[in-house]
């Protein structure tokens, strides 16, 4: 099974930003034009953008459809977005302005049904986003911690046509302190469906550690982040190291 890695456009007032561990003050801008950002993404290699709407994951709507709209129009490759898509009319609406995979969060804990209806309804189209703080699931921008443990939500989503599942350790995310591998690995062992890392990743190490993890369900990617930003890691040796 092939590694995939999505690197992460995040959205802040229209600029391409990173935060640390999701706190909206401490935000460090590293383009102000996110098309430009994704046409060098598509033009070092990489196969698959991984976009998400801050300000929409706060506000619970989109907020940087403009943005969005300026990725599409700049690259070939697939775009799979999040932030604050929590409708089915919103759903359907971006797919249709050419996003590839729309990733639902904060619905996924709130209304369940309505995201195995939507993944039913429209197959390897609906990833769902599960966000964890000490195992438990964060929503509404990482702002508030549910009590429901993180596997269990996994478990909510099998068998109903969901293309993945974006795991992210928030302690890690930003820092650049390594990915979560046991915690990643023990989500994709508790579910069937194909499971992405986020949050955390540092260095090539990273990426050949979430590769070569054994579990019953091989992990499937990973989301690249502060550390391709920061040029700590180059896009062609993590395509390599992911190959």
Known sequence: MSFALYPAIDLKQGACVRLLRGDMAKA????????????????????YLHVVDLDGAFAGDSAN?????????????????????RS??????????GISRVILGTVALRDPALVRAAARALPGRIVVGIDARDGHVAVDGWAKTSSMLATDLAREFEDCGVAALI?????????KTGVNVAFTGAMASAVSVPVIAS???????????LRRHKSSNPIAGTILGRALYDGDITASAALQAAS
Do not use: C, K, Y
């Open 167 to 175: 795991v992210t350790d928030i302690a890690r995310d930003g820092m």
């Open 28 to 47: 460090t801008s590293f383009n102000d034009d996110p098309a430009d950002q994704a046409a060098r993404f598509e033009a070092a290699g990489f196969e």
């Open 88 to 97: 089915r009319a919103q759903i359907e609406a971006w797919l249709e302005a």
């Open 65 to 85: 459809g403009a943005a969005v709209r300026s990725i599409l129009a700049a690259t070939d490759v697939p775009v799979q977005l999040g932030g604050g898509i």
């Open 199 to 209: 949050g955390g990743l540092a260095s090539l190490n990273d990426i050949v550690a």
